[in-house]
């Protein structure tokens, strides 16, 4: 089986996969899922964890009969165990044109966390699915449908990470829709990670709560970049919405910075206030951000690994 | 509807200044940005989206709520206390009289009079025209027409106040002419018709004008009144007179007047040549005149010199100088061919020293001159009337080709004389009847004395420096020998023609008389065209060529007081002018000014006039618009 931290990963150091492969995603919940795995689930079934006792009923399988209890009570029970299943995880990684500015640029960022949460995913045997908010950006690569249907094992950790490599960030994307397809997916619930600059329309803190609502775990990564956190724009300006084309007037200077970083984080507060009601955890990074600083010490205090 | 001020809506030309910002398309820079969705929610936030927010400093609200009130403020048309604006020809008049050098204002009424006519000219309309007249001694134009003020305000601060009167006369005549309109009929009920816009301002104490030919004339005078009150005394006449017996005994009179209602005490000095001879205290109550008199020796020609010290308003009155000079025998050469009476006359006549010939001596080379010539029938050598400092009487003669021709009258009776003349003082011609006399045309620079019904029989004039009687008759075929006013008409007409009486006045003057220099006969040089240099009392010289076919110079410029030294060739001469003016020395301000006896013009003040500020407000605030813009819409960004 080839092991991606022993190769040349195109996105991820050996290192930085050397040192994922030592978490894992922090669950709060035991896993619906009905395929085996390593997580703890709400069922029985066969593992090393002890779970319970039962009376025994013809049929069971006599390996299980606790021979002990059988010898001080003269009746016979039957040991439970703890059933270990796969953690469904499906990321969204918003590829639409926004993720490609900055420099560094957004993109490149929230692609770098999301080979290595998928990296992760799939180090732990978890079910992986990933999916993107720009249908352009996966047809322009080629990819297809390679990336975007569920994988699991470590074997797929190359292959994903290939994938993801190729895949290119262009076009206009809708955020809201896509989580609402995350919603409307069949299968157990997981976690579900959401890797945007969130730049668009209030209507996907709708879409979140709805997927709240579904029982999935929810982490919200955002990505800015320096730019867009302290603009250097002055003047008279036009801005060009990259992906919808739309123009902005407006004029702009050292005496304006002030209101426009309020209300940037009034945004900000918008979303951590509706993943806040919805049980989702919530990150901001900036894409000049060190990827091992944000993996390994930010991403465990707020929880998300573990 | 009436505008104050149309030509203000030029200001509507800002209204494009404006629009033109507000048309220039501002020059936007492009950029592709990620999402414009923080930019939009950013200009939703700054915009306003409820009725009302909490007040903030903001620097836009404070320029228009300040323009707000700077607006209001010009509707409400404010005026400020100024200068009243003067517009069209304005014609000002400053008095530069003695009477204006009384310091009853600080410092001087002149200098009160200059600021107020400056404060005119200030406030002088743009496009406004104003020429400036000095009304001194005489009347001069210190700054012709122009709407340059930075001209008329050079001119007024060179001007300065002299010790003459006033030449109101020739100063009005002049305005009048300015400010008549040369195409407009003269309506009598009217008066002149005057260049619309056109007005006399005079700057003056008042004094004492004679401006009655003024007075139907409607002038558009506006008068300027100076000076606060009346205290000055004067000395209003000086006189030196030697004694009958000895010349050398001078007997000095002077004459001071005490112009305000109160009493002035000082102290009167006498100085002869610089030495100081007397002093008198004197008091002098209120409107009284006090005469003094000297007998003084005076061993030389010299100047007295009279001050009276005194703390009043005006001193150029204060002081005044006798330019004396002793008496010396008339030199006189009869030439008859005998005339007992006539001999016998002048001899009567003392202080003369006589010659008596019976033709015409050679004049020309080195004899002694001749004050005063007698031509008794003889007619004169050609040139004879050339010689310098001589004056001629001539009896039954023609000197020169006065007269076109010649003719007899029979037995002329008098019909006519001039009794003011000198030389007929105390003459009587009652009875004198004349056998027959020249029937001759009167000369153009004769004057008569006495004439009969189709001749002059006497006639006096100057002609060439030199000065004339002509009797036109024989004194022998008339009765006036045996008569008792012949010698006195001898003796009053070798005075006259000897000008004893004439020196003393011709050596005093007054301020703004005209000096009149003449050549002695005595002088050596024969010269017509001598340099004249006069040293005035300020200590600046002139000088100027004697008129070559005169033997007469004239110098006008003498607005100051004290002692004109004039040389002549080798002669010197001590002229003294004094700033006796009555009509100065009377120095009550005036507070209207009247023309003749009826009509009377009240005196006014430089008006200060409601001018409204409007327009500096209105361009405030264009420039604060201005500003607004380019701070909000340059400086911010």
Same mark, same amino acid.
């Given at each position: 089986?080839?092991?991606?931290?022993?190769?040349?990963?195109?996105?991820?150091?050996?290192?930085?996969?050397?040192? =994922?492969?030592?978490?894992?995603?922090?669950?709060?919940?035991?896993?619906?899922?009905?395929?085996?795995?390593?997580?703890?689930?709400?069922?029985?079934?066969?593992?090393?964890?002890?779970?319970?006792?039962?009376?025994?009923?013809?049929?069971?399988?006599?390996?299980?009969?606790?021979?002990?209890?059988?010898?001080?009570?003269?009746?016979?029970?039957?040991?439970?165990?703890?059933?270990?299943?796969?953690?469904?995880?499906?990321?969204?990684?918003?590829?639409?044109?926004?993720?490609?500015?900055?420099?560094?640029?957004?993109?490149?960022?929230?692609?770098?966390? *999301?080979?290595?949460?998928?990296?992760?995913?799939?180090?732990?045997?978890?079910?992986?699915?990933?999916?993107?908010?720009?249908?352009?950006?996966?047809?322009?690569?080629?990819?297809?449908?390679?990336?975007?249907?569920?994988?699991?094992?470590?074997?797929?950790?190359?292959?994903?990470?290939?994938?993801?490599?190729?895949?290119?960030?262009?076009?206009?994307?809708?955020?809201?829709?896509?989580?609402?397809?995350?919603?409307?997916?069949?299968?157990?619930?997981?976690?579900?990670?959401?890797?945007?600059?969130?730049?668009?329309?209030?209507?996907?803190?709708?879409?979140?709560?709805?997927?709240?609502?579904?029982?999935?775990?929810?982490?919200?990564?955002?990505?800015?970049?320096?730019?867009?956190?302290?603009?250097?724009?002055?003047?008279?300006?036009?801005?060009?919405?990259?992906?919808?084309?739309?123009?902005?007037?407006?004029?702009?200077?050292?005496?304006?910075?002030?209101?426009?970083?309020?209300?940037?984080?009034?945004?900000?507060?918008?979303?951590?206030?509706?993943?806040?009601?919805?049980?989702?955890?919530?990150?901001?990074?900036?894409?000049?951000?060190?990827?091992?600083?944000?993996?390994?010490?930010?991403?465990?205090?707020?929880?998300?690994?573990? | 509807?009436?505008?104050?001020?149309?030509?203000?809506?030029?200001?509507?030309?800002?209204?494009?200044?404006?629009?033109?910002?507000?048309?220039?398309?501002?020059?936007?820079?492009?950029?592709?940005?990620?999402?414009?969705?923080?930019?939009?929610?950013?200009?939703?936030?700054?915009?306003?989206?409820?009725?009302?927010?909490?007040?903030?400093?903001?620097?836009?609200?404070?320029?228009?709520?300040?323009?707000?009130?700077?607006?209001? =403020?010009?509707?409400?048309?404010?005026?400020?206390?100024?200068?009243?604006?003067?517009?069209?020809?304005?014609?000002?008049?400053?008095?530069?009289?003695?009477?204006?050098?009384?310091? &009853?204002?600080?410092? $001087?009424?002149?200098?009160?009079?200059?600021?107020?006519?400056? $404060?005119?000219?200030?406030?002088?309309?743009?496009? *406004?025209?104003?020429?400036?007249?000095?009304?001194?001694?005489?009347?001069?134009?210190?700054?012709?027409?122009?709407?340059?003020?930075?001209?008329?305000?050079?001119?007024?601060?060179?001007?300065?106040?002299?010790?003459?009167?006033?030449?109101?006369?020739?100063?009005?005549?002049?305005?009048?002419?300015?400010?008549?309109?040369?195409?407009?009929?003269? &309506?009598?009920?009217?008066?002149?018709?005057?260049?619309?816009?056109?007005?006399?301002?005079?700057?003056?104490?008042?004094?004492?004008?004679?401006?009655?030919?003024?007075?139907?004339?409607?002038?558009?005078?506006?008068?300027?009144?100076?000076?606060?009150?009346?205290?000055?005394? *004067?000395?209003?006449?000086?006189?030196?007179?030697?004694?009958?017996?000895?010349?050398?005994?001078?007997?000095?009179?002077?004459?001071?007047?005490?112009?305000?209602?109160?009493?002035?005490?000082?102290?009167?000095?006498?100085?002869?040549?610089?030495?100081?001879?007397?002093?008198?205290?004197?008091?002098?109550?209120?409107?009284?005149?006090?005469?003094?008199?000297?007998?003084?020796?005076?061993?030389?020609?010299?100047?007295?010199?009279?001050? *009276?010290?005194?703390?009043?308003?005006?001193?150029?009155?204060?002081?005044?100088?006798?330019?004396?000079? =002793?008496?010396?025998?008339?030199?006189?050469?009869?030439?008859?061919?005998?005339?007992?009476?006539?001999?016998?006359?002048?001899?009567?006549?003392?202080?003369?020293?006589?010659?008596?010939?019976?033709?015409?001596?050679?004049?020309?080379?080195?004899?002694?001159?001749?004050?005063?010539?007698?031509?008794?029938?003889?007619?004169?050598?050609?040139?004879?009337?050339?010689?310098?400092?001589?004056?001629?009487? +001539?009896?039954?003669?023609?000197?020169?080709?006065?007269?076109?021709?010649?003719?007899?009258?029979?037995?002329?009776?008098?019909?006519?004389?001039? +009794?003011?003349?000198?030389?007929?003082?105390?003459?009587?011609?009652?009875?004198?009847?004349?056998?027959?006399?020249?029937?001759?045309?009167?000369?153009?620079?004769?004057?008569?004395?006495?004439?009969?019904?189709?001749?002059?029989?006497?006639?006096?004039?100057?002609?060439?420096?030199?000065?004339?009687? +002509?009797?036109?008759?024989?004194?022998?075929?008339?009765?006036?020998?045996?008569?008792?006013?012949?010698?006195?008409?001898?003796?009053?007409?070798?005075?006259? =023609?000897?000008?004893?009486?004439?020196?003393?006045?011709?050596?005093?003057?007054?301020?703004?008389?005209?000096?009149?220099?003449?050549?002695?006969?005595?002088?050596?040089?024969?010269?017509?065209?001598?340099?004249?240099?006069?040293?005035?009392?300020?200590?600046?010289?002139?000088?100027?060529?004697?008129?070559?076919?005169?033997?007469?110079?004239?110098?006008?410029?003498?607005?100051?007081?004290?002692?004109?030294?004039?040389?002549?060739?080798?002669?010197?001469?001590?002229?003294?002018?004094?700033?006796?003016?009555?009509?100065?020395?009377?120095?009550?301000?005036?507070?209207?000014?009247?023309?003749?006896?009826?009509?009377?013009?009240?005196?006014?003040?430089?008006? $200060?006039?409601?001018?409204?500020?409007?327009?500096?407000?209105?361009?405030?605030?264009?420039?604060?618009?201005?500003?607004?813009?380019?701070?909000?819409?340059?400086?911010?960004?």
């Amino acid at each position: 089986m080839p092991d991606a931290s022993s190769e040349t990963s195109p996105i991820l150091s050996g290192e930085i996969l050397r040192k =994922l492969e030592q978490l894992e995603l922090v669950t709060r919940g035991r896993s619906r899922s009905s395929q085996k795995g390593e997580r703890l689930s709400r069922s029985r079934g066969q593992s090393v964890e002890f779970a319970d006792y039962r009376t025994y009923s013809p049929g069971d399988d006599l390996r299980y009969l606790d021979w002990n209890l059988y010898g001080r009570l003269d009746k016979l029970f039957v040991k439970l165990y703890e059933e270990e299943r796969e953690l469904p995880v499906r990321i969204l990684l918003d590829n639409s044109e926004s993720m490609q500015f900055g420099d560094p640029s957004k993109y490149e960022f929230a692609r770098m966390v *999301a080979a290595a949460l998928g990296y992760l995913t799939l180090s732990c045997f978890d079910k992986l699915s990933i999916a993107f908010t720009s249908e352009e950006g996966v047809s322009k690569s080629g990819i297809g449908t390679k990336l975007t249907r569920p994988i699991r094992g470590k074997s797929q950790a190359l292959p994903y990470l290939r994938a993801l490599a190729g895949c290119q960030c262009t076009g206009q994307g809708n955020l809201a829709a896509s989580i609402r397809s995350l919603t409307s997916q069949k299968g157990a619930p997981g976690t579900c990670i959401i890797i945007s600059d969130f730049l668009e329309s209030p209507e996907f803190l709708e879409s979140i709560k709805a997927l709240a609502g579904s029982r999935n775990q929810i982490v919200l990564i955002q990505v800015l970049s320096p730019q867009e956190l302290n603009p250097d724009l002055k003047g008279e300006l036009k801005l060009i919405d990259s992906e919808s084309g739309a123009a902005t007037e407006l004029t702009f200077g050292k005496a304006r910075l002030k209101s426009y970083l309020k209300m940037l984080h009034g945004f900000f507060d918008e979303i951590k206030l509706t993943a806040s009601k919805s049980g989702a955890t919530y990150v901001r990074c900036q894409s000049d951000d060190d990827l091992d600083q944000f993996l390994f010490k930010r991403m465990r205090e707020h929880a998300v690994l573990g | 509807m009436k505008f104050l001020a149309p030509s203000s809506f030029l200001f509507l030309g800002a209204l494009g200044i404006i629009l033109l910002f507000y048309i220039l398309k501002r020059r936007r820079v492009e950029h592709i940005i990620s999402s414009t969705l923080l930019w939009t929610r950013f200009l939703a936030e700054t915009q306003a989206n409820a009725p009302f927010q909490k007040l903030r400093r903001h620097l836009l609200m404070l320029i228009q709520m300040l323009a707000v009130v700077i607006l209001v =403020l010009a509707l409400v048309r404010p005026v400020i206390e100024g200068p009243q604006e003067m517009s069209g020809l304005n014609v000002i008049i400053v008095d530069a009289s003695g009477s204006m050098l009384t310091e &009853d204002v600080e410092p $001087n009424r002149f200098s009160v009079a200059k600021q107020d006519a400056r $404060n005119l000219i200030e406030g002088l309309k743009p496009g *406004a025209r104003a020429i400036l007249i000095r009304m001194g001694a005489t009347t001069e134009i210190a700054q012709s027409t122009t709407s340059q003020k930075s001209r008329l305000l050079e001119a007024l601060d060179a001007m300065s106040a002299g010790a003459g009167p006033a030449a109101s006369d020739s100063a009005f005549q002049l305005a009048e002419s300015l400010v008549r309109n040369p195409t407009a009929t003269t &309506d009598i009920e009217e008066g002149i018709p005057f260049v619309p816009g056109a007005s006399i301002h005079l700057f003056s104490d008042g004094g004492v004008f004679s401006l009655e030919d003024l007075a139907t004339q409607n002038l558009p005078i506006s008068y300027y009144p100076v000076g606060s009150r009346q205290y000055n005394l *004067a000395i209003t006449a000086t006189d030196a007179r030697p004694s009958a017996l000895d010349p050398t005994n001078q007997t000095l009179f002077v004459e001071l007047q005490n112009f305000s209602t109160n009493s002035i005490n000082g102290v009167l000095t006498v100085s002869f040549n610089g030495q100081e001879l007397e002093n008198r205290g004197f008091a002098i109550p209120g409107d009284d005149k006090l005469q003094s008199i000297f007998t003084v020796q005076q061993p030389e020609n010299g100047i007295y010199e009279i001050v *009276a010290s005194c703390d009043d308003d005006l001193a150029i009155d204060n002081r005044a100088w006798i330019a004396s000079r =002793l008496p010396s025998p008339t030199k006189a050469l009869l030439v008859t061919p005998g005339n007992y009476f006539l001999e016998k006359a002048m001899r009567a006549i003392k202080g003369i020293e006589l010659t008596v010939l019976n033709s015409f001596p050679d004049l020309t080379g080195n004899s002694p001159g001749y004050d005063v010539i007698v031509s008794d029938r003889i007619s004169p050598p050609s040139g004879i009337g050339s010689i310098p400092g001589a004056h001629y009487l +001539w009896i039954n003669s023609q000197p020169t080709e006065w007269f076109s021709s010649t003719d007899s009258n029979e037995a002329p009776i008098p019909t006519s004389a001039n +009794w003011t003349h000198p030389v007929l003082r105390f003459v009587s011609l009652d009875q004198l009847l004349i056998a027959r006399s020249q029937k001759v045309q009167l000369p153009i620079w004769g004057s008569p004395i006495l004439q009969s019904t189709s001749s002059p029989l006497i006639f006096e004039g100057e002609l060439n420096g030199a000065k004339h009687i +002509w009797i036109g008759f024989d004194l022998l075929e008339s009765n006036w020998p045996r008569q008792v006013s012949f010698p006195v008409f001898i003796y009053n007409s070798v005075q006259w =023609l000897a000008s004893k009486s004439d020196e003393k006045s011709e050596i005093n003057k007054l301020t703004g008389d005209t000096l009149t220099f003449r050549h002695d006969a005595s002088s050596s040089s024969p010269s017509s065209n001598q340099k004249i240099e006069v040293t005035l009392p300020n200590g600046r010289r002139t000088s100027f060529q004697q008129d070559e076919n005169s033997r007469l110079a004239f110098l006008s410029q003498t607005e100051e007081s004290g002692i004109y030294q004039v040389t002549i060739g080798d002669q010197e001469l001590d002229i003294a002018v004094n700033a006796t003016h009555l009509s100065e020395s009377r120095n009550a301000p005036a507070p209207s000014l009247k023309l003749g006896e009826v009509t009377e013009i009240a005196g006014t003040r430089i008006l $200060n006039a409601q001018n409204e500020i409007w327009q500096t407000i209105a361009l405030i605030l264009l420039a604060i618009l201005l500003f607004e813009w380019w701070f909000f819409h340059k400086k911010t960004v």
